[in-house]
């Protein structure tokens, strides 16, 4: 989606009012996950040059754009407006979900560098702890963390790495929740560990 021609061709039954590589990166907002300018750098471009635009439109959606330039990475959200429609669907977590992506945006945020890479290993010894209570049945263990692994992957918080079984940590979990709503999460999550 990030190869296409941004002159402006005139076609006799075509209505729009924008030029292609708007209407490009308002689809790709609308489809998400996220525009990340290291993936999609004519998407990107076309997004710096018609900010106003774009979260015009969003808005007329009641979507927000939020943009990051310093990590290079855009998506929608709902407004947050009183009676809104909800446009943004929702991905309910299970609970080794929610860990992983704790786990995560913590490497993330610790970190410094740009890119943040982690493995298998190490995603399983933080999950491991999670799954002991719940059964001693290694291989249902292991299709658990590989399922939360897919479903990170497939939501593209998780990008593959050129190494087998390493994963770049997408930069848009430092956007996505909040330190309140981390706060809630952990807390919640520390409850349930001492019960």
Do not use: C
């Amino acid at each position: 989606m990030d190869e296409f021609d941004d002159e402006v061709v005139e076609l006799p039954d075509d209505p729009g009012e924008l030029d292609p590589g708007t209407r490009r990166v308002l689809l790709k907002l609308l489809n998400g996950p996220y525009v990340r300018a290291q993936d999609h750098a004519k998407l990107w471009a076309a997004l710096e040059r018609n900010e106003p635009l774009v979260r015009s439109r969003l808005a007329d959606l009641y979507l927000e754009l939020v943009l990051d330039r310093d990590s290079g990475v855009a998506f929608v959200r709902n407004l947050a407006l009183e009676d809104a429609p909800k446009v943004v669907r929702r991905q309910p977590l299970t609970l080794l979900d929610t860990v992983l992506v704790l786990y995560l945006r913590r490497l993330l945020l610790t970190s410094q560098g740009s890119r943040v890479f982690v493995g298998r290993e190490e995603i399983e010894d933080q999950l491991r702890g999670f799954l002991r209570g719940d059964t001693t049945d290694k291989k249902q263990q292991e299709d658990r963390i590989r399922r939360s692994l897919v479903r990170m992957t497939s939501n593209s918080i998780l990008l593959k790495a050129e190494v087998e079984d390493r994963w770049e940590i997408s930069p848009v979990l430092r956007l996505v929740f909040g330190a309140d709503e981390v706060a809630a999460v952990t807390a919640d999550l520390e409850r349930m560990a001492s019960e």
